[in-house]
């Protein structure tokens, strides 16, 4: 007869539990709070300035007269810039073709503004 290799559920030690149970929470809430600010992703433009938005964590503005152009693009994903959440790429994205991009948009590499 084999003996299992891992406890049966009932017999993990109470700390051993709450210890994983902690850290899953640790990773978990910080993404579900990312998660339930999608709907508050924007991109606001005045007189002066175009601004993204996410939530209370992220905006960006950048003046009009420092914008020269707008295209739009495929960028080409690096190993680092593949480490994202699916659909929703926030924050500084490294990418193969561009270098840094700063970037507040609900998809990460195909037909970016």
Do not use: H
């Amino acid at each position: 007869m084999v003996a299992p290799l891992l406890p049966v559920a009932g017999e993990i030690p109470l700390p051993i539990l709450l210890v994983n149970v902690g850290i899953g929470l640790l990773f978990a809430i910080p993404l579900l709070v990312l998660a339930a600010w999608i709907p508050t992703m924007r991109y606001e433009l005045d007189d002066e300035a175009l601004t993204l938005r996410y939530g209370p964590i992220l905006r960006y503005r950048i003046p009009l007269d420092e914008i020269q152009e707008m295209r739009r693009k495929n960028l080409k994903i690096s190993l680092w810039s593949s480490m994202r959440f699916p659909g929703l790429a926030l924050f500084t994205v490294p990418y193969a073709d561009e270098g840094r991009v700063k970037m507040c948009a609900t998809a990460a590499a195909d037909r970016i503004l």
